[in-house]
């Protein structure tokens, strides 16, 4: 859980490098120095907070980033990013017994985003960190059929 909850906060950190215009592939996808496990809402919302700040110039969205899966305009970036951390808050939410759906808006948005940017024919690539995508019931909430799209059991 701790690795999770350290990944979730080192991706939002990542988001806010990269809307400050530095090289968010320069620092680890993963944060040290929580020191205890009652911190990692104060870090969660430091690092959003930060990332919220980098990005309120709405000229950032079309300027080239980049970013793991290569160099895209800043828009793109931070739908990527989204919907790891939807996926990434989906792990922790099915892990701790918590609700999955949320806000479907939100959902319904990074589902449209990995529908067009993540096919099933990626996922032969080793380098594609999603499994094979996993059957979801039609009638799923659009949490679970975008965690069954990036190859999680709902």
């Known amino acids: 859980m701790r690795t999770l909850l350290s990944h979730i906060v080192g991706v939002v950190r990542r988001t806010a490098i990269l809307g400050e215009g530095g090289d ?18 104060a870090a969660y919302r430091a690092a959003t907070d930060r990332t919220l700040a980098a990005w309120a110039d709405d000229a950032k969205l079309g300027k080239p ?23 990434h808050g989906w792990d922790l939410a099915m892990a701790t017994g918590q ?7 939100l959902a319904e948005f990074a589902l449209e985003i990995s529908l067009r940017s993540l ?3 990626m996922r032969a690539d080793e380098r594609v ?13 659009p949490y679970a059929r ?3 799209w990036l190859g999680r059991q709902p």
């Open 129 to 141: 960190p999603f499994g094979a995508v996993v059957p979801a019931d039609p009638s799923a909430g």
């Open 119 to 121: 096919t099933p024919e």
């Open 99 to 105: 609700p999955t759906e949320l806000d479907p808006d």
């Open 24 to 41: 968010a592939l320069s620092v680890s996808a993963f944060v040290e120095g929580v020191v205890a496990d009652h911190g990692w809402p």
């Open 65 to 87: 980033v980049t970013v793991p899966w290569g160099v895209v305009p800043g828009a793109v970036a931070l739908g990527g990013y989204v919907r790891e951390i939807l996926a």
């Open 146 to 148: 975008l965690a069954a």
